[in-house]
């Protein structure tokens, strides 16, 4: 008997290690961080600066006058707070290691899967959720993947005990795969990426114009009985209350996935990708469509292109005057570098670091239409912010010292620092960690 608790007991410890840190309590007394520098997320920046925050919501923002009322002083002089950055087009909580089947879940079989909802996979004990928080990401958008239609994302929280905690924004848009006139295939013998006709295009554009006909349809029906819940999922297009995000790189590609949408009544339709986007910035101006970029730190689309174009790409679309945000659409190994590809378009395009800044947090919220309470650090709007030793966009200066998600004190251990910590003592190194 003594052996049996004995085992228990030890696997409980190592258990234990491995477990992320619970989840923040709520905000039990007001908060106000002083002497910052205050990144608002519009381009507005104040120098010594004073935000105050309670019971989740920022009450107050200014300068150094600011009044405090008995709130929990935090002094932050020479640091620097920012809203908390959000990623876009993600699996972050939706898979954990690529090679093991059982962690991955944001795909479904089949072609047309509106009535997917991935928000019901997202996964709050997932190792990688942590990690990306230390870098600033304090919200992601988990996004289905696979076939023509994948579902539904919602937008998360990176910090809950379950998907009913974390959840920002429920179901906030579909995602189509736009079928495109060349395919991509990877050659793994040459480790090379060759391009095919896309024999199945056709046919798979056919059955979007018969599923949205339908959809459309189905949405001018008050009370449909019985429900079909395919199309049910689909109403909110064409209402404007969901997102239509349109994966397309190639410029003939974008044209045409926008034209499709704006023919079947689709409201707010969003190119995500978008690789090509220099070719047809007129066209997307003119149609006043948003665009979620795809990894900047890649090789260009053609091999006749500008080696830097990946790079300048974000101010070129942001000098054209369209909505930009950028994400690693799916390469969620990558997501916790997300503010380092602001940072290089702040470098390569001459962007200034603000208006990179916001392609990261207000750009990204008005996309998916919760500009309302996160995005910026305003008064009303949710306690969600980060406080960093430097420059968020230079991994050099990103120190994250503090990060409150709707006012909560969140707990920055990650199982990037604990092996740290573990190796380094092992082999008797100083601490020369963040």
Same mark, same amino acid.
């Given at each position: 008997?003594?052996?049996?608790?004995?085992?228990?007991?030890?696997?409980?410890?190592?258990?234990?290690?491995?477990?992320?840190?619970?989840? $923040?309590?709520?905000?039990?007394?007001?908060?106000?961080?002083?002497?910052?520098?205050?990144?608002?997320?519009?381009?507005?920046?104040?120098?010594? !600066?004073?935000?105050?925050?309670?019971?989740?919501?920022?009450?107050?923002?200014?300068?150094?006058?600011?009044?405090?009322?008995?709130?929990?002083?935090?002094?932050?002089?020479?640091?620097?707070?920012?809203?908390?950055?959000?990623?876009?087009?993600?699996?972050?909580?939706?898979?954990?290691? $690529?090679?093991?089947?059982?962690?991955?879940?944001?795909?479904?079989?089949?072609?047309?899967?509106?009535?997917? /909802?991935?928000?019901?996979?997202?996964?709050?004990?997932? @190792?990688?959720?942590?990690?990306?928080?230390?870098?600033?990401?304090?919200?992601?958008? $988990?996004?289905?993947?696979?076939?023509?239609?994948?579902?539904?994302?919602?937008?998360?929280?990176? =910090?809950?005990?379950?998907?009913? =905690?974390?959840?920002?924004?429920? #179901?906030?848009?579909?995602?189509?795969?736009?079928?495109?006139?060349?395919?991509?295939?990877?050659?793994?013998?040459?480790?090379?990426?060759?391009?095919?006709?896309?024999?199945?295009?056709?046919?798979?554009?056919? $059955?979007?114009?018969?599923?949205?006909?339908?959809?459309?349809?189905?949405? =001018?029906?008050?009370?449909?009985?019985?429900?079909?819940?395919?199309?049910?999922?689909?109403?909110?297009?064409?209402?404007?209350?969901?997102?239509?995000?349109?994966?397309?790189?190639?410029?003939?590609?974008?044209?045409?996935?926008?034209?499709?949408?704006?023919?079947?009544?689709? &409201?707010?339709?969003?190119?995500?990708?978008?690789? #090509?986007?220099?070719?047809?910035?007129?066209?997307?101006?003119?149609?006043?469509?948003?665009?979620?970029?795809?990894?900047?730190?890649?090789?260009?689309?053609? @091999?006749? @292109?500008?080696?830097?174009?990946?790079?300048?790409?974000?101010?070129?679309?942001?000098?054209? !005057?369209?909505?930009?945000?950028?994400?690693?659409?799916?390469?969620?190994?990558?997501?916790?570098?997300?503010?380092?590809?602001?940072?290089?378009?702040?470098?390569?395009?001459?962007?200034?670091?603000?208006?990179?800044?916001?392609?990261?947090?207000?750009?990204?919220? /008005?996309?998916?239409?919760?500009?309302?309470?996160?995005?910026?650090?305003? &008064?009303?709007?949710?306690?969600?912010?980060?406080?960093?030793?430097? =420059?968020?966009?230079?991994?050099?200066?990103?120190?994250? @010292?503090?990060?409150?998600?709707?006012?909560?004190?969140?707990?920055?251990?990650?199982?990037?620092?604990?092996?740290?910590?573990?190796?380094?003592? &092992?082999?008797?190194?100083?601490?020369?960690?963040?």
């Amino acid at each position: 008997m003594k052996k049996i608790t004995l085992a228990i007991s030890l696997l409980a410890s190592l258990n234990g290690f491995a477990q992320n840190p619970a989840p $923040a309590g709520p905000q039990t007394r007001a908060v106000a961080l002083t002497g910052a520098t205050l990144h608002i997320g519009n381009g507005q920046v104040i120098t010594n !600066g004073t935000i105050v925050f309670d019971k989740g919501v920022i009450t107050a923002v200014g300068n150094g006058d600011t009044p405090i009322n008995g709130a929990e002083r935090i002094d932050a002089t020479g640091k620097h707070i920012y809203p908390g950055l959000i990623s876009p087009a993600a699996t972050v909580g939706l898979q954990e290691f $690529a090679s093991v089947r059982a962690t991955l879940d944001f795909r479904e079989t089949g072609s047309l899967n509106p009535n997917v /909802r991935s928000l019901i996979a997202y996964n709050t004990d997932s @190792e990688v959720i942590p990690t990306i928080r230390n870098n600033g990401l304090l919200m992601t958008q $988990a996004v289905p993947d696979g076939g023509v239609m994948a579902g539904s994302s919602s937008v998360m929280q990176t =910090d809950g005990w379950n998907w009913e =905690d974390a959840v920002l924004k429920a #179901d906030d848009g579909l995602w189509l795969q736009w079928p495109g006139y060349f395919a991509r295939s990877f050659d793994f013998e040459t480790f090379g990426v060759s391009l095919k006709k896309n024999e199945q295009r056709q046919d798979a554009i056919n $059955a979007l114009k018969a599923t949205f006909s339908d959809a459309r349809a189905y949405a =001018d029906l008050k009370n449909p009985a019985p429900k079909n819940l395919k199309l049910e999922a689909m109403r909110g297009l064409f209402d404007g209350s969901r997102c239509l995000y349109i994966r397309a790189n190639y410029g003939k590609d974008i044209i045409e996935a926008v034209r499709f949408a704006k023919q079947m009544g689709v &409201k707010k339709p969003v190119i995500v990708g978008a690789d #090509d986007a220099a070719r047809v910035v007129d066209f997307l101006k003119e149609n006043n469509v948003p665009v979620i970029l795809g990894p900047m730190h890649r090789l260009p689309t053609l @091999e006749d @292109e500008d080696v830097y174009l990946p790079y300048k790409l974000p101010g070129i679309l942001q000098k054209a !005057g369209l909505l930009v945000s950028l994400s690693y659409d799916g390469e969620w190994w990558r997501t916790r570098n997300l503010p380092f590809q602001a940072g290089t378009a702040v470098g390569f395009s001459g962007l200034d670091k603000e208006e990179a800044l916001k392609m990261l947090t207000s750009n990204t919220a /008005r996309i998916m239409g919760i500009d309302n309470v996160v995005g910026t650090l305003e &008064k009303g709007k949710h306690a969600t912010l980060v406080v960093s030793k430097g =420059d968020l966009l230079d991994m050099r200066t990103n120190v994250i @010292e503090h990060a409150f998600i709707q006012g909560r004190h969140i707990n920055l251990d990650d199982k990037h620092k604990r092996l740290y910590h573990m190796y380094r003592e &092992k082999y008797g190194q100083p601490d020369i960690g963040k």
